[in-house]
C-alpha cells in the first residue's frame, strides 16, 4: 500500500480527463469561488468502489434545485467518479469530492470536477478515538430555517464558512467537533455531519428539518433496523445527549465516530460503536 | 469612452502581474473554492482613484482575523489596485474587488487577487431609479450573532451563498434587493449593502452588531452630519422603514439606491436621494 502522506489528490473533469492537482482550474472570476455558490458531494470509496453514490447524486440535485444550479446528470458525474477511482494509487479509502460551482457570471453552465484525497489519518483515528465536541448555537430554529429557503439550511454549498469556522472554534477550546443547537434548544447537526443517539436498543436522530439529510444515518439505520433496532428521527435536546446511552457523529467519510465528551464533560459510548460499526462495513 | 459591455474584467496579482479573466488562477483542491474558506472587499474606482481603500483594507483585515486568515498587508494590496486602475480602459467607474482565498489544504498562505470589471448598468440604474425590497427573515438577532462568532455574521467572506440566495428569491418574486431581518424583528442589512433610513434631519442606520460595518454609511454620515444632518445608529424595526421619509441601501459599488417599495408597497424617498448622492460625491 502506497504511503499515506505521500499521495497526491486526483482531479476529474466529468469526461474523464485527469487533471493535476497543483494545475489551476477555476477562473478568478468564478461565482463559486467570489461568492461561494455552488454546490458538492463527499463520498468514500473502498478499494474502487464509491459508497451511496446514488443516494449522494440525488441529494446534490437536490442541493442545486435548492440555489438554482443547473447541473450535470448522474451518469456524467458517475463517470467523472469512475474517472478518479479507476486511477487512484493510493490507499484502500480514499474521499471523493462531488463539486459543481457556478461558474463566471455570463456562465450558462457550471464548472464541475471530482476531486479525490486519501482519508485523512485523523478521520480514521476518530471513528474509533472518538470526538470531543462543544455545543454551538446555530442562531435559528429548524422551523424558521424551513420557512426560509434563502438560508439554505437543507442544502451542501459551497459556502461552509460558518461550518468552519465552527471546528475552528471548537479546535481553539480543546475539543474535535462541534453539535449545532438551535435558538430554541433543539438538537441539529455537527458542521459537517448529523446526530445520532442511542437509548437502549433505539437509535435516534433529528429530524431533517433545518439540516442536511443525512445519508450515512440513513445507511445505519437501515441496517439496524434490520437486527431488531428501533429506530426514529425525532426533537432532541442537550438533556437527552447527556443522558443517552452513546452519542455519534456520522458523515460519509468519516463514517461513524463516538462522542466522547460534550462541553468537556466525558461520556462513554455504552460499548455500542463496534456494534454500530459493523451495521455500517466501517472498513478497516 | 469603451462601450461598457465589451470591456472584460480585469485580473492583477498583488506583485502587479497582471492576468486574463478566462485565465484558471485557483486550483480545484482551494478552501476558498471547497469550502467558501476567504475574505474579500469590494470598492469603487472612479476616474482611476479607489474610493474609502483604507477603510476596505482595514475591514479585510478585520474579516481575516475573525476567519483565522492571515493576510497580506494594506501595502500589498494598494499595489495590486494599483495594477488594475492603471491598466483598465474601460468607463469612469470600476468595481475592484479584493479576494483572499485561504488555498489548497496545507497551504500557509493565501491566494490573493484584484478583479475589476465595469460598474454594472443595472447598478447605475438602480442609484436613481431605485431597488424594491422584500424583508426575509435572516433567523437570528444580533445579540445571538454577537455571542457566536463561529456565525461570522461581521465578516466579510466567500461564503456568501446565503446572501446570494436572498437576492434570488427577491428577484423570483417581483422584487430587487432584500433586507434581512432579525427573529426579534430588529432590521440588520440588505445582503450586499446596509440600511439608511432618514426622519425629518436625521439620518439612522442599525447599530454594528451582528451585522457588517458599512463603510459608505459611515462616509455619508461623515458628510450629512458636517452639513447639519443629525446621524444615529439605532434599532429599527419594519415600522420604522415604513414611517421613514426615505430609505436607501448604501454599498460600495451602487453607493446609494432609494428603497422604492417594501414587500410590495410603494414608498417615497422623501425627494431626498439627490442631496445624499451630492454628500456621498456619486458620480454621474
Redesign the interface.
Known sequence: MTDHRSTR?L?ALLDGTL?A??????????????????V?ETTLVVDGTARDLSEHLARMGVSAA???LSIPGPDAWRHGVAAVSDNWSGGRQMVA?L?A?RG?DAAVEPVC?V?C?ELSPVSLRQRTEGVRVLL??????AA??E??????AGAK??????????L??AAEHDADD?IFVA?DGAVLEAPTSSVVIARSRTLLTPPVRGILAGITVRRLFRAAASVGWQTFAQVLHADDLRSADGVWLASSARLLAPVVSINGVRRSDGGLTAELHALLEVPS
Open positions: 489528490p482531479v487533471l492537482p497543483e494545475q489551476p482550474l477555476l477562473r478568478p472570476d468564478d461565482l463559486g469561488v467570489l461568492r461561494g455558490e455552488g458538492f435548492t440555489t438554482g469530492r463539486v460551482t463566471p470536477y476531486i484525497t454551538l448555537d446555530r442562531g435559528f430554529t424558521e430555517a420557512s426560509a429557503p434563502w438560508l439554505l454549498t459551497l459556502s461552509y464558512g460558518v461550518n468552519m469556522a465552527a475552528r472554534y462541534a435558538s
